[in-house]
């Protein structure tokens, strides 16, 4: 049981429910259980439906830390998940504003399918071994089917999350390499193609991996007038933990909900995390969001 200092405890009992306050600190300071004393403080003190908190936590495995801390008396439905976890239910829920916005849809089917990293990386791996057959694609790479597979639905999820469009991948990809020739240009061309052909058949299907759904949220449903009034409606507050792991996507989604929220607690840890190699971005987010909070510093690990 943390024993809050003063710094943390003003910020769990505050009335004030206008707030936009980014708690920092190392590992081990409380930043998570102030976040969560806050929520509880929210529902239980101050009277704020659950429902209109949203709660972006960094995966499944803190979600779930999260569930049976976040059941109080006062509370209704519980709004907490990740980030793919939120796209994933609005885009199930609005889904007719997504074939309405998108043409690119040709089966109107009610419900969208989401596939998993692995499902995506075999189906990429069909359509290279396809075209390897067909059309002697990836001449001069040693690389199995499989494995460039792998790599590439990868780089499809960093492009989506970075806002990159997926057709300048392997230019980006080809002109990052320090030596350079004509058969790496040509790889580099194949995978656009790859990638084109994998992204073309699954949105004619309806059928979305974790960068497309990404993309389709962003251009779908965002920049839809009738979705983001609606999605104000919903969202007055919002907790974001460990920020540090935030893939760019996410943290454009955070400062766009923040000037419409009543209040905003995040948690960040200003010695970074684990997930660069995952697409988050740590400077990115001190650049967009630290500016824009009240930054209460706990310096201290209890």
């Known amino acids: 049981m943390f024993e809050f200092d003063t710094k943390s405890k003003k910020i769990i009992e505050s009335n004030d429910t206008n707030e936009k306050i980014m708690v920092k600190g190392p590992t081990g300071c409380g930043k998570s259980s102030v976040l969560l004393e806050r929520y509880k403080f929210m529902v239980d003190k101050l009277g704020i439906p659950s429902d209109k908190i949203l709660i972006l936590l960094m995966n499944r495995t803190q979600s779930l830390e999260w569930r049976t801390k976040t059941v109080l008396k006062g509370s209704g439905a519980i709004w907490r998940t990740s980030y793919y976890g939120f796209i994933q239910g609005e885009i199930k829920t609005y889904y007719p504003l997504i074939l309405k916005n998108c ?29 390897r057959e067909n059309k002697g694609l990836f001449e001069g790479v040693t690389s199995y089917s499989d494995r460039i597979a792998i790599d590439l639905t990868a780089n499809l999820v960093k492009a989506a999350t970075s806002d990159i469009p997926y057709h300048e991948i392997g230019d980006r990809l080809y002109n990052s390499l320090e030596l350079k020739d004509l058969t790496k240009r040509q790889a580099f061309k194949d995978a656009d193609g790859i990638l084109a052909s994998y992204r073309k058949k699954c949105l004619e299907l309806g059928v979305l991996d974790f960068g497309m759904a990404v993309d389709m949220y962003n251009n779908c449903l965002l920049k839809d007038e009738l979705y983001r009034k609606q999605l104000f409606q919903r969202v007055h507050h919002l907790i974001v933990d460990n920020i540090e792991e935030c893939v760019p996507s996410e943290v454009d989604f955070i400062e766009f909900l923040m000037p419409n929220t009543k209040s905003c607690l995040l948690g960040y840890n200003h010695e970074g995390g684990y997930g660069e190699m995952f697409g988050s971005n740590h400077e990115y987010v001190k650049k967009r969001l630290t500016r824009k909070c009240d930054v209460v510093e706990l310096a201290n690990a209890y």
């Open 103 to 131: 043409g690119e849809i040709l089966n109107k089917r009610i419900k969208p399918v989401f596939l998993t990293f692995e499902s995506a990386q075999f189906l990429v791996s069909k359509v290279i071994e396809k075209k």
